[in-house]
């Protein structure tokens, strides 16, 4: 790729970052702004699955609901990452949903009912062991889908 | 695992993080020197875990080899997966995801040490 093609393209950067940062040059959910959602999804896919992989392996029995959950947040974020990534908005749309349904209903039963998670999940307490950002990635992801149509 | 190694590249991936936000910031693509400096971060990160596998195969380190083992291979995957998808956005969004990769790291490399010495 030549340097002409990335300065034409923070050109229209520059243009469209006048209104707002998220209507960007490209085309897609996949690009500009999308391309770190799905670099985020992508490491959260890695570090929740292997992390899922190797407690249900080992010690399953130990908090079933909570490695189940794990791993099934792990699956979303893989949906995500592709879905986002190969710009299939409705998929990614579905799967955002799930997971703010999942990050929402998680947290606020791993605060009431602790005795049911003696693991944490990383939906636990809203993503408290993760800064945060598990409960605050469905909503930039639906923000974001929700503008680039 | 060599300490002095993973903090050094707890520090270098840091500084990469924040050079990547400062090139979104200033609205630029993806430079040459980012590049250079992910790959020097990939070669670090190899050397890293060519010293846990030697040190697991050698009979050291922690109970824990699965999680261990998890995590020096992200570590490993991580720059190169970040480089190919950075580079394909030519806007300042590319070196974002360099961001992304940039605070990964130091967290896995944090807890690979941390699983090393057993505290975790």
């Keep these: 790729m030549s340097?002409?093609?990335?300065?034409?393209?923070?050109?229209?950067?520059?243009?469209?970052?006048?209104?707002?940062?998220?209507?960007?040059?490209?085309?897609?959910?996949?690009?500009?702004?999308?391309?770190?959602?799905?670099?985020?999804?992508?490491?959260?896919?890695?570090?929740?699955?292997?992390?899922?992989?190797?407690?249900?392996?080992?010690?399953?029995?130990?908090?079933?609901?909570?490695?189940?959950?794990?791993?099934?947040?792990?699956?979303?974020?893989?949906?995500?990452?592709?879905?986002?990534?190969?710009?299939?908005?409705?998929?990614?749309?579905?799967?955002?949903?799930?997971?703010?349904?999942?990050?929402?209903?998680?947290?606020?039963?791993?605060?009431?009912?602790?005795?049911a998670f003696p693991d944490a999940t990383v939906w636990s307490g809203f993503g408290s062991g993760y800064v945060y950002i598990p409960v605050v990635l469905p909503l930039l992801g639906l923000y974001w889908l929700s503008r680039r149509k | 695992m060599i300490d002095p190694l993973a903090i050094g590249l707890i520090v270098f991936a840091l500084v990469i993080a924040l050079g990547s936000l400062l090139t979104t910031a200033l609205n630029k693509a993806m430079g040459t020197v980012l590049l250079v400096a992910l790959g020097l971060l990939e070669i670090g990160l190899l050397v890293q875990a060519g010293f846990v596998v030697a040190g697991l195969v050698g009979g050291e380190g922690p109970d824990d080899t699965a999680t261990l083992i998890g995590y020096t291979a992200g570590t490993v995957v991580i720059p190169p997966v970040a480089a190919f998808w950075g580079v394909g956005e030519r806007s300042r969004w590319g070196p974002a995801v360099i961001a992304v990769a940039g605070f990964a790291i130091p967290g896995m490399v944090g807890r690979m040490l941390q699983i090393w010495q057993g505290v975790a």
Excluded: N, W
């Design chain 1, 3 to 115: 340097e002409r093609a990335g300065e034409k393209d923070a050109a229209v950067e520059a243009r469209a970052g006048a209104g707002d940062g998220a209507s960007a040059a490209g085309h897609g959910v996949g690009s500009g702004p999308g391309r770190v959602l799905v670099a985020v999804y992508g490491v959260f896919a890695l570090a929740a699955g292997a992390r899922a992989a190797v407690q249900i392996a080992r010690q399953f029995d130990e908090a079933p609901l909570a490695y189940a959950l794990s791993a099934f947040a792990a699956a979303v974020y893989l949906l995500l990452a592709v879905a986002l990534g190969r710009g299939m908005r409705r998929l990614a749309l579905a799967a955002c949903g799930i997971e703010l349904a999942g990050v929402l209903v998680v947290g606020t039963l791993s605060l009431v009912y602790p005795e």
